[in-house]
């Protein structure tokens, strides 16, 4: 909704595809975004994970990526390990890593809840995990045994507010 929205919004040219065309060919959506020269892309972090995976050098040498400027991932879990291998994968075929951005799509609420920051690669941070199963997040190295990652997904947009709440005590 945001992409549709926002090329009416802005008077920009938007070009979509189809849930069923991706599921048949997830490499379409790189191919459209290289052959009409996208500058803004996202997706769910399945498209991600789908693309890196079946995605060779041969199926993705022709591409040129160079024209994108911000990549979402957003709209489920997000895996800092996905959005990694993607950047890794495809920045020979001219893909920015500082473009990609985490993103918490929030349907329910105005559809966009925040965005990772611009120019820079999507950050993770660790926690606990047996704290946090206790509900509690304490924030501790990456190399701690059962340090837990956590993406950043950035600040809230504009001039709304993020709130970390016990659903029992709201």
């Known amino acids: 909704i945001v992409m549709i929205l926002g090329s009416i919004f802005h008077g920009c040219h938007g070009v979509f595809l189809s849930p069923t065309t991706f ?16 500058t803004m892309t996202g997706a769910p972090n ?20 160079s024209s994108l400027e911000l990549i979402y991932n957003a709209a489920e879990p997000i895996a800092p390990q996905t ?17 990609l951005r985490n993103g918490y799509g929030l349907a329910g609420a105005a559809v966009f809840g925040g965005d990772g920051r611009p120019g820079l690669f999507p950050k993770s941070s660790w926690v606990d995990s ?16 059962g340090a837990l990652e ?21």
Not at 46 to 65: M, P, R, V, Y
Not at 89 to 99: A, C, I, M, R, S
């Open 23 to 38: 599921l048949r060919r997830p490499l379409r959506w790189l191919e459209a975004i290289s052959e009409y020269r996208g």
């Open 83 to 99: 959005v990694r291998a993607f950047a890794e994968q495809l920045q020979p075929g001219g893909l920015n890593p500082d473009g």
């Open 130 to 145: 047996a704290r946090l199963a206790r509900g509690t997040a304490q924030l501790v190295t990456a190399e701690k045994h």
């Open 150 to 170: 956590i993406p950043e997904i950035g600040i809230p947009w504009r001039d709304s507010r993020s709130e970390i709440v016990d659903p029992a005590t709201f």
């Open 46 to 65: 399945f498209a991600f994970e789908w693309c890196t995976q079946i995605a060779n050098s041969k199926s993705i040498g022709h591409l040129d990526l």
